[in-house]
């Protein structure tokens, strides 16, 4: 049955009142979107500040998170009136990074790549470069929810999430528990396991002749020293720096 002209009016009056509805939330929703991806984006540069010393994003945008300008992820934002949502329409650069080790270059990129039923979706590329070859790229996506995104970071390849080599072949099982009680107890950080612990770096103390081991385990660090068959966890942290400044004065 065909409607009237007064159904077809009252139906077009309706579409529009509620697309100016949509219309006069679309400078908040903007604002609430962005805001949102600066605070996950603040725990996320945090996270791989923490956990990646050597592929470390060494800088931050300057409006990002600092200046907490809505412009620079909001420009990049727009209404879409159908779903009453806003959808990305590019992938703003959030931070980058470089370390060169010899002949080898490491590249970080960090970006913001979509929003899903408003959570920000942020893509992590690791690029590699050697001199003379081609580069080598892993990408990898986090979900931007607050409180959640440390633990995705650490179950990234180029931090943890593999089964450790024969570099921990010298560590006796027992002291890899032990660095895992130590972690639990010092960062309410449970469900490690031991298996994953990597031999960062070996060496004999000159002044007392004790060896020192500086272990990792998905972004935490620890000291072991050896005299003769006994191993002994000294000191776990989740600074790689300040840890590897102990162990470099065990050294001497």
């Known amino acids: 049955m065909r409607k009237s ?8 009056e309706m579409r529009v009142a509620r697309l100016e509805r949509q ?7 903007k604002t609430l979107f962005a805001d949102k991806a600066y605070q996950c984006f603040d725990e996320l540069f945090e996270s791989f500040s923490k956990r990646l010393p050597m592929f470390k994003v060494v800088t931050k945008f300057k409006n990002v998170p600092q200046g907490k300008d809505p412009a620079y992820i909001g420009a990049h934002l727009k209404m879409d009136y159908q ?6 329409m590019a992938n703003p650069l959030l931070a980058t990074g470089s370390v060169e080790l010899g002949d080898m270059t490491f590249n970080t990129r960090i970006t913001l790549s979509d929003f899903e039923r408003g959570t ?32 995705q970071v650490r179950s990234l390849p180029m931090i943890g999430g593999r089964k450790a080599s024969n570099r921990t072949a010298s560590l006796h099982q027992s002291t890899g528990l032990e660095m895992v009680s130590m972690i639990e107890d010092q960062y309410n950080e449970y469900g490690l396991d031991e298996d994953y612990i990597e031999i960062e770096g070996q060496d004999q103390s000159r002044a007392t002749g004790d060896t020192y081991m500086l272990v990792s385990l998905e972004g935490y660090y620890g000291i072991v020293r050896v005299d003769g068959r006994r191993e002994d966890v000294e000191m776990v942290s989740d600074d790689y720096r300040s840890i590897k400044r102990v162990y470099d004065s065990n050294l001497g």
């Open 23 to 29: 219309a006069n939330l679309n400078p908040k929703s």
């Open 120 to 151: 920000p979706i942020f893509r992590i590329s690791f690029e590699t470069t050697k001199v003379g070859e081609r580069s080598e790229w892993d990408t990898h996506e986090i979900v931007g929810e607050k409180g959640k995104i440390d633990r």
């Open 5 to 12: 002209a007064s159904e077809v009016i009252r139906n077009l």
């Open 83 to 88: 779903r009453a949502g806003v959808i990305l």
